[in-house]
């Protein structure tokens, strides 16, 4: 498995888990778990922003990774 391939699935399961915080948060009327629920969000668009950037810079720096 190439890096641009792990980097993809990496990105893909972040996006997933996000997603699913954000869902949890929407569909629970505990107050303490909406809270819990929104900051795990947050941490995690905070890491797929860093893998992008990351998948970004490697695209860059070795172009045959990029995908179509």
Known sequence: MTVGT???KAIA???SVASSMKTFALE???QQAKQM??????TFDNALNTLKQRQSYIEQQE???KQS
């Open 63 to 65: 172009p045959q990774y």
């Open 6 to 8: 792990q980097m993809q």
């Open 28 to 30: 629970t009327q505990d």
């Open 13 to 15: 399961s972040v996006e």
């Open 37 to 42: 629920y929104q900051q795990l969000a947050q």
